[in-house]
């Protein structure tokens, strides 16, 4: 009886694969994104643990750490070489929906942290801070 091997069927994944090095130069770009919040909103930030352990494309990037009206920003962080702010901007408004206000927080390599958010979602974004009691 002739002996027929069976090659495992590979499972499909969610994400394309991402090197050690590709997580942690994100991990550390989130935290450091946490920062920058909170020297800015005078509020904790954490890493959305959400995205970071189970590939939930459209939870952000980072949160605040307590209930909190800036609750309402869909915050995505990028950070590396040459950063794109219109996919990273086009990821955060399809990632948010319409329950939350699109933010990309990004910065290149060796260089300072900027915002990238449409001008329509600054009303939003002035009225969650006027409710922070921030300004």
């Given at each position: 009886?002739?002996?027929?091997?069976?090659?495992?069927?590979?499972?499909?994944?969610?994400?394309?694969?991402?090197?050690?090095?590709?997580?942690?130069?994100?991990?550390?770009?989130?935290?450091?994104?946490?920062?920058?919040?909170?020297?800015?909103?005078?509020i904790?930030?954490?890493?959305?643990?959400?995205?970071?352990?189970?590939?939930?494309?459209?939870?952000?990037?980072?949160?605040?750490?307590?209930?909190?009206?800036?609750?309402?920003?869909?915050?995505?962080?990028?950070r590396?070489?040459?950063?794109n702010?219109?996919?990273?901007?086009?990821?955060?408004?399809?990632?948010?929906?319409?329950?939350?206000?699109?933010?990309?927080?990004?910065?290149?390599?060796?260089?300072?942290?900027?915002?990238?958010m449409?001008?329509?979602?600054?009303?939003?974004?002035?009225?969650?801070?006027?409710?922070?009691g921030?300004?």
């Amino acid at each position: 009886m002739p002996v027929v091997q069976v090659q495992p069927v590979p499972r499909p994944q969610r994400c394309p694969p991402m090197g050690s090095h590709s997580r942690r130069k994100g991990a550390q770009g989130e935290r450091e994104a946490c920062r920058v919040l909170e020297r800015i909103t005078g509020i904790s930030w954490v890493r959305s643990l959400v995205q970071s352990r189970f590939g939930g494309a459209e939870a952000p990037d980072v949160v605040p750490a307590h209930r909190h009206p800036l609750e309402g920003l869909h915050v995505e962080v990028k950070r590396g070489a040459r950063p794109n702010p219109w996919a990273a901007l086009e990821q955060a408004t399809r990632d948010a929906g319409e329950a939350r206000t699109p933010m990309v927080l990004m910065r290149r390599d060796r260089e300072g942290w900027v915002v990238v958010m449409r001008a329509d979602d600054l009303p939003e974004l002035v009225r969650m801070w006027g409710a922070h009691g921030g300004g």
